[in-house]
């Protein structure tokens, strides 16, 4: 082989890799290129997504606002069961003296 013959070969060589190059690096952009409908489609569903953790932090804040004034309503009802439920053991117990006293009298 002699000198001309081996710098067209290597020209040859250096093309076919440059094509090669060239065909690699317009692949890659032609399958990993995002349209702008696919920005706009990912700008929506974005938006959507933050509207939805709004809406889900205001449920969350408006049940336990909720679960608070329950929990305070059965405080309440709770201590008002326990204060009607010692009356009416009050009322048990002087019923009861009553009865005795009234049983007495009548003995007598």
Known sequence: MDRTEFVITT???????FCLGWFANWLVHRFTRVSQADMDQL?????ELHEAEET???AITYLQQRE?????????TEAELAAA???L???????????????????S
């Open 68 to 76: 608070a004034e329950l929990t305070n309503q059965l405080a309440q």
């Open 11 to 17: 020209a040859i060589i250096l093309f076919v890799a």
């Open 43 to 47: 700008e929506r569903m974005s938006q």
């Open 89 to 107: 053991r009050d009322a048990r117990h002087e019923a009861e003296e009553m009865r005795v006293y009234v049983e007495r009298i009548s003995a």
């Open 56 to 58: 889900r932090d205001q």
């Open 85 to 87: 439920m010692e009356g």
